[in-house]
Structures are given as C-alpha cells and as structure tokens.
C-alpha cells in the first residue's frame, strides 16, 4: 500500500479520514478524489493542503475514463470509497443521484480498479443497510434490509463489492459505520443542523414524536476505525464500526440546546419523515477484535462538536445560502407550517 485514493475525501467523513492518514502515514501519498458536489467542501481539507503526501483531484467516479486517468496518473494501488450522496431526506426527495454515485459510481470504481490491478478496495457503508430493528443489535451476518432509497443505494454498492470479490477475487473489504458526527459535518444531517439553527435562534424541526434511536459515533473514531479495516481487515468480509452509544433524537436535540443555552421551546414537533427508520444499533465486537477502539463517548464528543460549530461560524455560514436555502424551504417550508410545540 503506497498510493492511495480517498474518494469522497471532500466531504465529512472522508475528510477526517485524509487529515488522519495524511498525518499518521508520511510514507503514504493521499489522493483525495472528489466532484465537490454541494456537499464536498476543499475548506475541509485546508488543514492539510500543504502536505507534500497529500493531492487533490476534482472528478467523478462515476466517469470511467476520468477515474481511469486518475488511477494512472497517481499509480493508485488502493481505493477507499467514501464518495456518496449520503442525506436520508434528499434521497427522499430525489433518488437519482443516489443511484449515479452510490450504486453506478461504486460498480465503475470497483470495474476500473480491478482493469488497473489494484489491491485493496475499502467501501465505507453504513449501517443503514440492515434497516429498521427493534431490539438487539445488528451483525454483520443479518439480512439487508434497506428502507430508503439512500440505504437501498448504498446495499447496491456493497453487492457490487461481494460479486467483484467473489468473481474476480478482488480484495475488497468493508466497512458499516453508524450515525457520525463531529466538526465539518455539512449543516443539514440533525446535529450540526440544529446546532447551528439554534444558535440562531431557529425552530428546530423535530420529526415525529422524536423518539427514534440511533447509535451515535465521533468522526475521528470513524476514520480510525476505516484505518483498521483497511490494514487489518480480511478480504471480502464486512466490519461493523458502531458508536455503541444509542440515545433518542429528543435527547440529542435537548443536550445541543442545553450546551448552548438555549431553551427547549426552539423545538418542533413536524411531520414525520416518510419510511422513517425507528431504530438503528449494531455491535462493534468484529472490530474491536482487530483492535479498534473508540476513544470518544457521546457527551464529550457532543460537547466538543458544538463547541466546534459555536467558534467555527466561519465555516457554516457560507454554506447556508444559495442551494442550501432552496433544500431547506423544499424539505421544511410545509412541516414548519404545520408544526406543533414541544409538549
Ligand atoms: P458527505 O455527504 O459529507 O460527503 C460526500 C462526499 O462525496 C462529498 O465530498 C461529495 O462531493 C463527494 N461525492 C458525491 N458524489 C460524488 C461522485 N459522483 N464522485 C466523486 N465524489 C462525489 O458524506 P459523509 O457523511 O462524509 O459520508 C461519507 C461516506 O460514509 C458515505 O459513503 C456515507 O454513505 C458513509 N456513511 C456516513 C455516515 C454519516 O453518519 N454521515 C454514517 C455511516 C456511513
Ligand atoms: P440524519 O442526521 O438525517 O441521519 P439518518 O437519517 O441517516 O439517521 O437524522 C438523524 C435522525 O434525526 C433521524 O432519525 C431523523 C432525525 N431528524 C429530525 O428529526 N429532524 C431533522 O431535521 C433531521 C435532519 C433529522
């Protein structure tokens, strides 16, 4: 493993991803390979612009020839694939591009890797595939049994990754991350959403009863633990990266405004979202026993995520125009309007 391509690196997780590589490997040249799309953002990646093992590479990996160019170019021996659209609510809204990038996107970068002779090929999934459970804890074994369209297209690129395994014998592995969070997070995923709508002392549009569960997981976490898999991972198998720290949207959404001062009345209570999954959990235990550990629990990674958004206002505010203000009238004009207060 020399040249690597982080794809998707522009964004939240990827971006944390290459600021850890790009500072634990000197050895390693990083190559982010990313469209900026509304949600790729190069100021993520300013922390590390200037290091002499990391570049930058602007294109799609749904174009094969320009992912075929970028592996030559770069003698790229490995692939990390974060490249996704990756938001519940605009998969919802608009499918299409979930199908271009999580499902098209992984089959041509998984086609042209195994043309180009790569090693290993590392698709960072989510969770999300197992869909809705409503007790226990999911395995790496369980069925797929995705609820949205963005969960659907992201089983459709891991299965491409099993018959790319299986048929070609491409070492692939994968990874299931739960719900992330952490600074750079693209202000529209609930926590650096209602962070920074509370700071403005904006509604925050809690949906449903808001005692849906998801199992919280810090973004540096995350990119370790894509680290180990990635080293220590065994060919064609998958690896849960759970937070192990479940807890209800109402009380996530409690401690932000708790931590900021701001009163429980900004909350709420809209229509929920459609398919709305109750309840997502795994166990980490396959990838703990390679050795990763979470360094993170929820309340000193909450704590230091808002605190991040409050001193980093810089980085949130330029976002929250132009297509943002679009998205958030199109998805929250009519639940606003609709609301109910906290009750
Ligand atoms: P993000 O939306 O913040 O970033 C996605 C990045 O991919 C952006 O930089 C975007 O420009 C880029 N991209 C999109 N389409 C592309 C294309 N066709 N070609 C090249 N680049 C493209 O997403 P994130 O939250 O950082 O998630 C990264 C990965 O982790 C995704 O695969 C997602 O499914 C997975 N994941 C996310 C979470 C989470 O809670 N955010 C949890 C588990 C797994
Ligand atoms: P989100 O951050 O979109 O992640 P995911 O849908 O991938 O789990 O949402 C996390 C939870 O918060 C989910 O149960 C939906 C809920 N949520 C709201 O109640 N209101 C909102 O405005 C958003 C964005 C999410």
Redesign the pocket.
């Known amino acids: 493993m020399k040249n690597i391509l982080v794809t998707g690196g522009a964004g939240f997780i990827g971006s944390a991803f290459i600021r850890h590589m790009v500072a634990t490997y000197p050895d390693y040249n990083i190559i982010c390979y990313d469209k900026l799309t509304y949600a790729g953002n190069i100021d993520n990646l300013l922390p590390v612009s200037d290091e002499p093992n990391y570049r930058f590479e602007r294109g799609d990996i749904a174009d094969r020839a320009a992912v075929h160019t970028a592996l030559q170019r770069h003698n790229i021996d490995t692939i990390v694939n974060f490249a996704a659209e990756?938001?519940?609510?605009r998969s919802i809204l608009s499918p299409d591009a979930f199908i271009h990038t999580d499902v098209v996107g992984a089959y041509i970068l998984l086609d042209e890797g195994r043309k180009h002779g790569i090693g290993r090929f590392c698709q960072v999934s989510?969770d999300?595939v197992y869909g809705d459970i409503d007790e226990g804890l999911s395995v790496e074994g369980d069925r797929f049994l995705p609820n949205?369209p963005?969960a659907a297209s992201k089983a459709g690129g891991e299965l491409m990754l099993r018959a790319y395994q299986v048929t070609y014998g491409m070492d692939t592995v994968i990874t299931r991350g739960s719900?992330t969070y952490g600074p750079y997070q693209y202000p529209?995923?609930?926590?650096p959403?209602?962070t920074t709508e509370a700071l403005d002392d904006r509604p925050?549009?809690?949906?449903?009863d808001?005692l849906?569960i998801?199992d919280w997981l810090y973004v540096d976490d995350h990119a370790r633990g894509v680290d180990c898999i990635l080293h220590r991972g065994k060919t064609g198998e998958a690896y849960n990266l759970a937070g192990e720290n479940q807890r209800h949207?109402i009380e996530?959404?409690r401690q932000i405004l708790e931590q900021l001062g701001k009163p429980p009345t900004l909350i709420r209570h809209?229509p929920d979202?459609e398919g709305?999954?109750r309840r997502?959990a795994m166990t980490a235990a396959k990838a703990r026993a390679l050795g990763w550990q979470r360094a993170y629990n929820f309340e000193r990674g909450l704590a230091e995520t808002v605190r991040w958004y409050v001193e980093n206002d810089w980085w949130w505010r330029k976002i929250k125009t132009g297509e943002y203000l679009a998205y958030y009238q199109s998805?929250?004009s009519d639940r606003l309007a609709a609301a109910t207060a906290a009750p």
């Open positions: 990756s938001h519940v609510d989510t999300e949205s963005y719900n529209e995923k609930l926590i959403f209602f925050l549009p809690l949906y449903g808001g849906q998801r949207n996530v959404t809209v979202r709305h999954d997502y998805q929250y």
